[in-house]
């Protein structure tokens, strides 16, 4: 079975500053996708930055990028220049390419403070 | 751009009674739905993934008695909470996903806030 981790519980943050959110998975296929998602106060969940398990390039748009290290299982998610609206809940995730179940981590609550 | 929409926003219902919930997707076919529920903790459950020209399937400690779903095409589904108790209360999220290398990540809407008085 699929299972992601996120042991991060609350982070708080300066804003400007850069911000590691940890989370590693524990899959046996060997095609899969990671994603991150960042769920705001109004209950929204926003897709933010995905990872493909064949591909070795970190994923990067915008301010988000990946710290992906196939070998851990691992698959950080990195926010440079925070800002004060990047306040919200992280959740990593990720799939099998040969389903269309999503496992979600528990979620890393992010505060960035002025 | 692809968007989820889900209603109503937030609902409120009397114990034993049921409600429905509705998500729509627009500007991509939602080939693949899937309800989640989300508890006060975050955690997310996974009650059933409805995939066109496919079964729904249900999750463990979900069935399709409590929780009927309707997929009828690629921009809506719906689910509905039978006889509803406090044990059903929290965030129902929709995440829709389509077709090809782009859509990979299911979208989501802002989810139904279900209260059971």
């Known amino acids: 079975a699929q299972k992601v981790t996120q042991t991060q519980t609350s982070i708080s943050v300066v804003e400007k500053t850069t911000v590691t959110m940890d989370c590693v998975y524990e899959?046996?296929?060997?095609?899969?996708?990671l994603f991150w998602y960042k769920q705001t106060a109004s209950g929204e969940i926003v897709f933010l930055i995905r990872?493909?398990?064949?591909?070795?390039e970190n994923a990067t748009v915008g301010h988000y990028s990946l710290n992906f290290q196939k070998p851990k299982s691992s698959i950080g998610l990195i926010i440079t220049a925070t800002q004060i609206e990047d306040s919200a809940v992280y959740f990593c995730?990720?799939?099998?390419?040969?389903?269309?179940?999503?496992?979600f981590g528990t979620g890393t609550r992010l505060q960035v403070l002025p | 751009g692809a968007l989820v929409y889900q209603y109503p926003r937030r609902t409120i219902c009397k114990s034993g009674t049921s409600m429905r919930m509705e998500c729509q997707a627009v500007?991509?076919?939602?080939?693949?739905v899937a309800w989640y529920r989300q508890s006060p903790q975050k955690t997310f459950e996974l009650i059933a993934l409805?995939?066109?020209?496919?079964?729904?399937?249900?999750e463990q400690n979900f069935t399709q008695e409590k929780f009927p779903i309707s997929h009828p095409n690629l921009s809506f589904s719906s689910m509905t909470v039978l006889n509803a108790y406090l044990e059903d209360r929290g965030l129902y999220l929709c995440?829709?996903?389509?077709?090809?290398?782009?859509?990979?990540?299911?979208?989501f809407g802002e989810g139904t806030r279900l209260s059971v008085l």
């Open positions: 990872q493909d398990s064949y591909k070795k």
């Open positions: 995440g829709a996903r389509g077709q090809g290398y782009n859509n990979q990540a299911p979208l």
């Open positions: 500007g991509f076919q939602a080939t693949s």
């Open positions: 409805s995939t066109v020209n496919s079964a729904i399937k249900y």
């Open positions: 995730a990720m799939r099998s390419s040969n389903t269309n179940k999503v496992v």
């Open positions: 899959t046996r296929d060997s095609s899969y996708f």
